[in-house]
């Protein structure tokens, strides 16, 4: 059973930056894949971003890719996301989640976004921007 916490969000201005971090309760191994995902009342989750469990390039979805950049220390468990030029609709609920992946990467590569795929959440923290 793997527990995670995100710490990190809070309420900034259009253009603005967050990072938001998401500490593992044990370190996960590297055949733990991890990701972000966000959601906003009404709608599902959509996945933002996500690594492999042994490395490579990280994968985002395309409302992501640009601004957002996500890490991970595989030894601490933890996993970053550093957003840059936050936009209204970048306001949701962040969750942090992690999976054991077997699959090679180019399977990763396609389906590492899809919620469904991951079967640890944390509880959220939650990102506003205002213009």
């Known amino acids: 059973q793997v527990q995670l916490v995100e710490s990190g969000g809070g309420s900034v201005q259009v253009g603005n930056s967050l990072r938001l971090a998401c500490e593992a309760s044990r370190g996960t191994s590297d055949a733990y894949g991890m990701g972000w995902f966000r959601q906003v009342p009404g709608k599902g989750r959509e996945g933002i971003a996500a690594v492999y469990p042994t490395g490579g390039n990280p994968i985002y979805a395309a409302s992501a890719k640009g601004r957002f950049t996500v890490s991970r220390d595989n030894a601490k468990g933890t996993l970053w996301l550093q957003m840059n030029n936050l936009q209204l609709e970048d306001t949701a609920m962040y969750y942090c989640?992690?999976?054991?992946?077997?699959?090679?990467?180019?399977?990763?590569?396609?389906?590492?976004?899809?919620?469904?795929?991951?079967?640890?959440w944390g509880q959220g923290t939650q990102v506003t921007v205002f213009s």
């Open positions: 989640a992690a999976g054991p992946f077997e699959q090679p990467y180019s399977w990763f590569a396609t389906w590492g976004l899809v919620p469904a795929r991951y079967p640890y």
